[in-house]
């Protein structure tokens, strides 16, 4: 059940990624990140930013795992980059051994994240990202769990825009934010 969420709009991919580097400086290893929102909305490029953020060396090259499924990389925590856009089964998302990742040391960053049945993860933040119009995204942090509820008030104070326990504040990212 979720505990609190908060909303931020994005003006730019360069806002998108900042979002990603700043929770990855949050972030303690064991984390479970879902993606959730359509084609187009910015999904790989708030990974990119994270994994920018937790010092992946050569971030600027993360890319979807639509194809591969799982990308791994290492930075200050090992990073599971999953896609499940192309998975079209149960059976194949259990021959992925999910488990294996979702419950390592590493954070899991999991795209198109309702594809995965729910009794795979217990608490986890989810982040559903929407098309806002020109190159702005609405990207919402919903906490699953009082680990992620401090991950997102933790996040709020590093934007500078203020949440309130279970309730949704709307608030415009600056492109002048540093990291």
Same mark, same amino acid.
């Given at each position: 059940m979720a505990m609190g969420s908060w909303t931020v709009i994005s003006t730019? /991919? &360069?806002?998108?990624?900042?979002?990603?580097? !700043? *929770?990855?400086?949050l972030v303690?290893?064991? @984390?479970? *990140?879902?993606?959730?929102?359509e084609l187009?909305? %910015?999904?790989?490029? *708030? $990974?990119?930013?994270?994994?920018?953020?937790? !010092?992946v060396s050569k971030a600027a090259w993360v890319r979807s795992p639509t194809f591969t499924l799982i990308n791994e990389y290492?930075? &200050? *925590?090992p990073v599971y980059h999953i896609d499940l856009y192309r998975v079209g089964t149960l059976a194949e998302i259990e021959s992925l051994n999910l488990r294996e990742y979702l419950y390592a040391d590493g954070v899991s960053l999991i795209e198109w994240f309702e594809y995965l049945p729910s009794d795979e993860v217990?608490? #986890?933040?989810?982040?559903?990202? /929407? #098309? /806002? %119009?020109?190159?702005? &995204? @609405?990207?919402?942090?919903?906490? #699953? %769990?009082? &680990?992620?509820?401090?991950?997102? @008030?933790?996040?709020? !104070?590093?934007?500078? $825009?203020?949440?309130?326990k279970g309730s949704t504040v709307q608030g415009l990212a600056s492109g002048k934010e540093r990291d």
């Open positions: 730019s /991919a &360069r806002m998108t990624m900042s979002l990603g580097r !700043k *929770l990855a400086k303690q290893g064991g @984390e479970i *990140l879902g993606l959730v929102g187009g909305t %910015g999904k790989t490029c *708030l $990974v990119r930013g994270f994994c920018d953020g937790i !010092k290492q930075g &200050r *925590l217990g608490e #986890h933040l989810e982040l559903r990202l /929407a #098309h /806002a %119009g020109g190159s702005r &995204r @609405e990207i919402t942090f919903i906490a #699953h %769990g009082e &680990r992620y509820e401090k991950i997102v @008030e933790q996040l709020t !104070k590093k934007t500078g $825009v203020q949440k309130f």
